[in-house]
Structures are given as C-alpha cells and as structure tokens.
T-cell receptor, first 113, second 119 residues
Framework: AQSVTQLDSQVPVFEEAPVELRCNYSSSVSVYLFWYVQYPNQGLQLLLKYLSGSTLVKGINGFEAEFNKSQTSFHLRKPSVHISDTAEYFC???????????FGKGTKLSVKP | EAQVTQNPRYLITVTGKKLTVTCSQN?????MSWYRQDPGLGLRQIYYSMNVEVTDKGDVPEGYKVSRKEKRNFPLILESPSPNQTSLYFCASSLLRGRYTLVGSTEAFFGQGTRLTVV
C-alpha cells in the first residue's frame, strides 16, 4: 500500500533562517509527488510537483524540493523563510494508475521574527 | 477565473439532520473528490468521481454519500450527521488526463473548505 510520512508535525524557525520539511513515501508503483501549502482559513494550493526529469524541482515563493528515489524522499526546502511562509504544508503522492492523491499528515511551519 | 466553489463555508447543525455541501468547478475537470481534514490526521479522502455517474469510495466513506449527475458538480451528502463528522471538508478537482497522459500526475485544485460542526 502506498503511504506518505511527514516526519515533523511542527517546525518552528526564525525569519531568514533556512528550513527543510521532510517527506518520505512508500509505493511499489510509479508515483508523482506534490507539495501543497495551506494558509490559515484557506484551501490548499500547489507549491510544486515532480512528475519526471530533473530531480530538483522549483516552486512558487522560493521553495524547492528534491526527489530522491533511492531514499524515497521528497524534502521541501527554502534557503530563507519569511513570516508570510507560516502555514501548514502537505506532501502528497499521486499514483500512476489512479487519480487519487494520498496526503501526509502535514507539517506546521511557524516562522518567528 | 478557474476555481472550485464550496458552499456553505461554515455550518453548524444538529445530530441526524440531513445536510448537503455543494461543490462546483468551472475547469471542465473529469476528476472530483471530497476530503476531510482533522488535526493530526491530514487529509483523508471520502469519495471520488472519475466522471459523470462514476463514483467510488475513498478511505473514510462511512456516513457520507455523493452524486455526480453533471460534470461540474459533486455534492457531499450527510444523511444523518453525527458529532464524529465534525471536521473541515475540502472538495477538489483535477484533469484525469494531464500533460503526461497518466492519471495521478495532474494538479488538484481545492475549494476554500467547509467547516462543519455537528452538535
């Protein structure tokens, strides 16, 4: 069965510091990988996605993620965070043979001044 | 503007009183789904639909019904709501066939959410 694990439920960080939000997945079939962001009282919006090709994917708001097939990971990074990055971040896996997305439990990023 | 619209945004109801949460998308997407979001559990899929008149259960379908009579609409029905269905609900839609012509590879667009409280 496919699953997604976000290793940290909460990540506090100071403004302008770098951040990494970790995501590991398990699947026996081809997958597509996504990061979504949820700002307070809003729906989810796509940050970035990996479908194929280059393993380093750049998204909106200065975020990037690296697909590592051998470690089955898709960690999200930003070199310098802003207060406005405070949100909950979800890693998701799209299964190649279906349309379903499987989500991790989310990581709450809290950026402090 | 491409969007997924859910209504209502907030709803407080009593146990056993039937309710419907509507969802509509204007992107001509084949695939639509409902999720519930609970603290510490992330998003869990309730039902999904791959096209008109085609629906299937997700991970947590008990206590819910859906219908897909038109491509753009995918209402979520709670016939007899119970307090354990208090949650934040999201509707999402996506293309079934994306650029890479494989399902699962296309971006999902989410509605703003419906916060349901059942007392």
């Amino acid at each position: 069965a496919q699953s997604v694990t976000q290793l940290d439920s909460q990540v506090p960080v100071f403004e302008e510091a770098p951040v990494e939000l970790r995501c590991n997945y398990s699947s026996s079939v081809s997958v597509y990988l996504f990061w979504y962001v949820q700002y307070p009282n809003q729906g989810l919006q796509l940050l970035l996605k990996y479908l194929s090709g280059s393993t380093l994917v750049k998204g909106i708001n200065g975020f990037e993620a690296e697909f590592n097939k051998s470690q089955t990971s898709f960690h999200l990074r930003k070199p310098s965070v802003h207060i406005s990055d405070t949100a909950e971040y979800f890693c998701a896996v799209g299964i190649g043979s279906q349309g379903n997305l499987i989500f991790g439990k989310g990581t709450k990023l809290s950026v402090k001044p | 503007e491409a969007q997924v619209t859910q209504n209502p945004r907030y709803l407080i109801t009593v146990t056993g009183k039937k309710l419907t949460v509507t969802c509509s998308q204007n992107m001509n997407h084949e695939y639509m789904s409902w999720y519930r979001q609970d603290p510490g559990l992330g998003l869990r899929q309730i039902y999904y639909s791959m096209n008109v008149e085609v629906t299937d259960k997700g991970d947590v379908p008990e206590g819910y019904k859906v219908s897909r009579k038109e491509k753009r609409n995918f209402p979520l029905i709670l016939e007899s709501p119970s307090p354990n269905q208090t949650s934040l609900y999201f509707c999402a839609s996506s293309l079934l066939r994306g650029r890479y012509t494989l399902v699962g590879s296309t971006e999902a667009f989410f509605g703003q959410g419906t916060r349901l409280t059942v007392v």
